[in-house]
């Protein structure tokens, strides 16, 4: 009788184990070959004695390439026309790195526009002053 737990790796809903090894290991999960949402990886550790622990870690893959999406966000209730500006772009792989598309265009801020506004505003009202005290 070996004095080390084994432990079952299992994905999702599977009934059989995707890895079972003994104690203490270190495992690398692929999640390249699986397909992109949520996922849960259940582990199952039984002792010598036969006493057993589970352990379930939900996680989501999204290895394929990034949406994004402005003009509307989750949940929102809308009508009528609505523009949308929408994105996706791959990440490339683990050595190089795309740039060319990776950043989202996205339109400037309300508040932006009020600081800008209220700048303008604030430098006429001084340039005025300015004006009619100098003649």
């Keep these: 009788m070996s004095d080390k737990s084994t432990i079952f790796i299992f994905l999702d809903?599977?009934?059989k184990p995707i890895a079972e090894l003994q104690s203490p290991v270190s495992f690398e999960l692929d999640t390249r070959k699986l397909v992109d949402g949520d996922h849960?990886?259940?582990i199952v550790s039984?002792?010598?004695t036969g006493k057993e622990g589970i352990r379930k870690i939900?996680?989501?893959v999204r290895n394929g390439p990034a949406i994004a999406i402005e003009g509307i966000k989750e949940h929102a209730v809308v009508?009528?026309?609505?523009p949308l500006m929408i994105n996706a772009y791959g990440k490339g792989d683990q050595k190089s790195f795309l740039i060319?598309?990776?950043e989202t265009p996205q339109s400037i801020p309300?508040?932006?526009w009020t600081l800008i506004i209220g700048f303008?505003?604030?430098a006429l009202f001084y340039l005025f002053r300015y004006f009619s005290i100098t003649q």
């Design 58 to 60: 939900p996680f989501v």
């Design 46 to 48: 039984k002792d010598p």
């Design 13 to 15: 809903d599977d009934i």
């Design 100 to 102: 060319v598309g990776s």
């Design 40 to 42: 849960v990886l259940k």
């Design 120 to 122: 303008v505003g604030w």
């Design 79 to 82: 009508d009528g026309v609505l």
């Design 110 to 112: 309300w508040w932006v």
